[in-house]
T-cell receptor, first 111, second 116 residues
């Protein structure tokens, strides 16, 4: 069964610092790599996603990058804020075009 | 547009019972997926329905079943509940996002199921 390996499992960053979460996939049917953000008691919400023809996408303080040869993609959060404290999930698409999810990273931003 | 709604939000059942969870997708979304979320296992895919047909299925036992109605609303049923079925059950509806070229999933708040 295909897997997406997400690291680290948990991360503590000082306010204003850079948070970096990495994911590695095995194979993908389609170069679509979304990142979801989940707050306690809520369902995951789409944060940012990269489309097949780009290797990097930036939205505000959030940047995702994609390295096809290494089969890796990552999320960078610049100027991390306490409100960014949440669990982050990455995902890739398997051969059935079904999303395969990473195990999640619990991010804590210390004030 | 209203988001994905799930009912009930919380459920407490005992072993051996069965349970039905409901999901109403975002208006216009025809695909609904169900996930089980537990602290140690992350998001585990259960099944996906599109236009009342099961399109994909995860690796869960036959005690887990679902269906979708003509209005795209979906239900998930778990029979003969086990302690290990305690989890947050998430429903996601999806639509093709042109700028991404693929479906984007939008999640509901989930139903927290506790099996005693």
């Amino acid at each position: 069964q295909q897997q997406v390996k997400q690291s680290p499992q948990s991360l503590i960053v000082q306010k204003g610092g850079i948070s970096i979460i990495n994911c590695a996939y095995e194979n993908t049917a389609f170069d679509y790599f979304p990142w979801y953000q989940q707050f306690p008691g809520k369902g995951p919400a789409l944060l940012i996603a990269i489309r097949p023809d780009v290797s990097e996408k930036k939205e505000g303080r959030f940047t995702i990058s994609f390295n096809k040869s290494a089969k890796q993609f990552s999320l960078h959060i610049m100027d991390s804020q306490p409100g960014d404290s949440a669990t982050y999930f990455c995902a890739s698409m398997d051969s059935n075009y079904q999303l395969i999810w990473g195990a999640g990273t619990k991010l804590i931003i210390k004030p | 547009k209203a988001g994905v709604t799930q009912t009930p939000r919380y459920l407490i059942k005992t072993r051996g019972q069965q349970v039905t969870l409901s999901c109403s997708p975002i208006s216009g979304h025809r695909s609904v997926s169900w996930y089980q979320q537990t602290p140690g296992q992350g998001l585990q895919f259960l099944f996906e329905y599109f236009s009342e047909t099961q399109r994909n299925k995860g690796n869960f036992p036959g005690r887990f079943s679902g269906r979708q109605f003509s209005n795209s609303r979906s239900e998930m049923n778990v029979s003969t509940l086990e302690l290990g079925d305690s989890a947050l059950y998430l429903c996601a509806s999806s639509v093709v996002e042109t700028y991404l070229g693929t479906d984007t999933q939008y999640f509901g708040p989930g139903t927290r199921l506790t099996v005693l």
